[in-house]
T-cell receptor, first 114, second 114 residues
């Protein structure tokens, strides 16, 4: 089954404690992205990756890091989380080469930073 | 600066009637528009898209209309069904970026009343 998986689905942590949210896709997509969803603000892009070792900032990259060492994985790293990073996070993947023009989203990770 | 706006946070429609969801954009570089549907505890899923070279695209019960001069698009669902109850996000991109660089609206929660 074609899918985007994220782990963990729920996470409560404290300010300053480094964390990583993993994202993996099994569709051989070259593009992957991270979004955060906040009330009244919709979905905002954090970072995206055009392919392995190619990443770029989205609209709200501050406080986040990403890496793309393998095509299937695109982890989101919060080196020193703060309460304003409490949000619902979505990973997505897509491919122009496959002829699709849509992004496939993971199920989301709800993060609470105390 | 919200480049994609969905001014109605919520909408209630009787089952069997037409649902009309609206979206406005400000960036004249946008030339490809998408609608996503999101159920609770799931990631958004692609619904329908439209290129700026068209003014209408239809897929079953779903039709998207684009008015470029007004920078406005709308999603029509007819007839509305209880399973259509969800949050709908409008998204836009400029062709240079493809679908990996999407700008989303804030979403409209649609409730279909049986």
């Amino acid at each position: 089954e074609a899918q985007v998986t994220q782990n963990p689905r729920y996470l409560i942590t404290v300010t300053g404690k480094k964390l990583t949210v993993t994202c993996s896709q099994n569709m051989n997509h070259e593009y992957m992205s991270w979004y955060r969803q906040d009330p009244g603000l919709g979905l905002r892009q954090i970072y995206y990756s055009m392919n392995v070792e190619v990443t770029d900032k989205g609209d709200v990259p501050e406080g986040y890091k990403v890496s793309r060492k393998e095509k299937r994985n695109f982890p989101l790293i919060l080196e020193s989380p703060s309460p304003n990073q409490t949000s619902l996070y979505f990973c997505a993947s897509s491919s122009r080469l496959a002829g699709t023009d849509t992004q496939y989203f993971g199920p989301g990770t709800r993060l609470t930073v105390l | 600066d919200q480049q994609v706006k969905q001014n109605s946070p919520s909408l209630s429609v009787q089952e069997g009637r037409i649902s009309i969801l609206n979206c406005d954009y400000t960036n004249s570089m946008f030339d490809y528009f998408l609608w996503y549907k999101k159920y609770p505890a799931e990631g958004p899923t692609f619904l329908i898209s439209i290129s700026s070279i068209k003014d209408k695209n239809e897929d079953g019960r779903f039709t998207v209309f684009l008015n470029k001069s007004a920078k406005h698009l709308s999603l029509h669902i007819v007839p509305s069904q209880p399973g259509d109850s969800a949050v709908y996000f409008c998204a836009a991109t400029a062709n240079n970026f493809g679908n990996e660089k999407l700008t989303f609206g804030t979403g409209t929660r649609l409730t279909i009343i049986p």
